[in-house]
């Protein structure tokens, strides 16, 4: 069956739809500003975006390049300074659900966006935290948005810059981290959740004409899949009409 | 009241010296290019850039070959990818190689607070279960002397000297920025030196009526810089918009260290300052990136003479 959307397409409309009912959210440009801005047009009307940059609801006029453009502030509901933005609206707990991504997971939910390799000697040198490590660290949920790739998806991080359940005993309260860390991961071919109890990667749902043996092949350990594997639901004419036309018209993020 | 006004040129020869610890902030926004193209052009040496996001404006000073050290939080060109001429000093130590401190932004933030307020630390609920602390050993851990609880510290941040773009100022240098505030402030009260570079240059009337919008004191300013459109390719809010285009052409040009030589040679080297730089530009590209009006509805501050 040939498919009317792209694998971004679907990205962008599932983790829309995921922040129903949400209130704040932490965004960062590419997929996550789209599906962002999706929502707040669908299933979250009162949802506000702030950037790290130092923006309290942001209206943009145009897609974003980086989480500082100029469209983000003219018309957003207050500007602060950057310890304002860290220290109360994120530290002070103000801060519902935050996107994050990174160039390796592992089953945990932990992120590596700083080195491949070795830091001192790093075969490729990423881009480092940024605010990543305490926005994974104060959010109350983390929504990763991520490509799946065999590469991506790691027994061993090679740098661990944010905490997700850290470890087997998944214990973020014993360490005092605020939030409750990673919920969600959502990627080109299926969604993955966290278990309650073990705190670790459960494959959730598959997007269709996506097989359970192409998603375990992407991952670089032995799976978790839920007992009720459930099929993700395509985008819908309504989504896809308000993306394409409203929300990136040129289509950067198709 | 001292006239602190000066040519960008004086500003640098006078405040930046070889193995200074220099901040040239600004968060998308505001980030001074034209300061550093004069570093560049005075050739300085063995500086210790600081920065949160050394953007495209370190990753030409580091292939200038003016830094030893960097101090940052975000090593990218944001919204597009790598920065090569950081990746190559760190890869490979071309054109020399570059000692990193690494931190995470509310570090970094937290560090020119410190700075600002003379204080010994900045504690922040960051840096648990990262790797992060293992890489430097700067950020450590206090015990809270009201509980049990452990909380991550960083130190302050003082700057040698810290060039700060903002919209306007006037010639004793009481400086006002809108948009993006990025950590402006804080690196301006950290640093031991302070070099505002702004669009435009206003009487002190237009300051004192509107007392809210001054970031900046003249206090802690030791020279103003009249620079229009100073921070291109980066933006200032309502004067012009960022240059996406050139910040996707630079992941080109960077990508080999021959077209990067080419482009300082000709856009740094081939310039004697910020004016002809941006005659260079040319009209049609000045006019391109002016934003359309979005005025504010003025404030009544009320007059208390009576």
């Not at chain 2, 300061?35 to 200038?64: F, G, K, N, V, W």
């Not at chain 2, 600002?116 to 840096?127: D, N, T």
């Not at chain 2, 700060?164 to 004793?172: E, F, G, K, T, Y």
């Not at chain 2, 979005?294 to 003479?305: C, I, M, P, Q």
Request: glycine share 8%.
């Amino acid at each position: 069956m040939s498919q009317d959307y792209t694998p971004s397409e679907m990205m962008i409309v599932t983790a829309a739809r995921a922040l129903k009912g949400v209130r704040t959210v932490f965004v960062g440009v590419g997929l996550p500003n789209s599906a962002c801005n999706l929502a707040r047009r669908t299933v979250a009307p009162d949802l506000e975006l702030i950037y790290e940059s130092g923006i309290y609801g942001a209206r943009p006029a145009r897609l974003p390049l980086s989480i500082g453009d100029p469209t983000l502030i003219s018309g957003a509901r207050s500007i602060c300074s950057m310890v304002d933005l860290f220290g109360l609206y994120l530290q002070g707990g103000r801060v519902e659900v935050a996107f994050l991504g990174g160039a390796q997971i592992d089953r945990f939910g932990n992120l590596n966006t700083t080195v491949i390799g070795d830091w001192e000697h790093p075969e490729v040198r990423l881009p480092g935290s940024g605010g990543a490590c305490e926005i994974a660290t104060n959010a109350q949920r983390i929504f990763v948005i991520m490509r799946l790739k065999r590469r991506a998806f790691v027994e061993k991080l090679h740098f661990r810059t944010s905490p997700g359940h850290l470890d087997e005993s998944g214990d973020r309260r014993r360490l005092g981290l605020p939030g409750a860390g990673p919920q969600l991961i959502v990627t080109d071919k299926c969604v993955f959740r966290f278990d309650e109890e073990m705190r670790e990667m459960t494959l959730e749902s598959l997007y269709p004409g996506v097989s359970l043996s192409e998603v375990e092949e992407n991952v670089g350990w032995d799976l978790r899949v839920a007992p009720d594997l459930q099929q993700a639901h395509s985008p819908a004419r309504g989504e896809l009409r308000l993306l394409r036309e409203d929300l990136d018209p040129q289509g950067l993020y198709r | 009241m001292p006239d602190k006004l000066m040519g960008m040129e004086d500003a640098i020869a006078t405040h930046v010296h070889d193995g200074d610890t220099v901040a040239i902030e600004g968060f998308t926004s505001c980030i001074c290019f034209a300061a550093a193209h004069e570093i560049m052009r005075q050739r300085r040496r063995d500086l210790t850039l600081c920065r949160m996001t050394p953007d495209l404006i370190y990753d030409q000073m580091i292939a200038a070959g003016c830094a030893r050290r960097m101090v940052f939080s975000y090593l990218g060109n944001p919204g597009v990818g790598s920065l090569y001429c950081v990746r190559r000093a760190v890869e490979d130590g071309i054109p020399r190689p570059i000692e990193l401190e690494e931190y995470s932004h509310f570090g970094m933030v937290g560090r020119y607070t410190a700075g600002a307020y003379r204080l010994p630390f900045f504690p922040l609920r960051s840096y648990k279960g990262s790797d992060l602390p293992r890489v430097n050993a700067r950020i450590s851990y206090v015990k809270s002397p009201y509980g049990d609880e452990d909380i991550a510290v960083v130190p302050p941040l003082n700057p040698d000297v810290a060039i700060v773009h903002a919209s306007r100022a006037d010639r004793q240098g009481n400086t006002q920025l809108w948009g993006l505030l990025g950590v402006q402030k804080e690196v301006a009260f950290a640093a031991e030196r302070v070099v505002v570079v702004v669009e435009e240059i206003v009487d002190e009337d237009v300051i004192r009526s509107d007392p809210n919008r001054t970031v900046i004191p003249d206090l802690v300013v030791d020279a103003v810089v009249h620079e229009p459109y100073g921070a291109h390719p980066s933006y200032v809010q309502g004067y012009y918009d960022r240059d996406n285009a050139f910040y996707l052409r630079w992941y080109e040009i960077s990508k080999d260290p021959a077209s990067t030589e080419a482009w300082l040679d000709e856009w740094v080297y081939g310039v004697r300052n910020r004016s002809e730089y941006v005659e260079k530009m040319g009209v049609e590209m000045v006019q391109q990136l002016r934003p359309g009006d979005a005025w504010a509805e003025a404030v009544n501050y009320g007059a208390y003479d009576g």
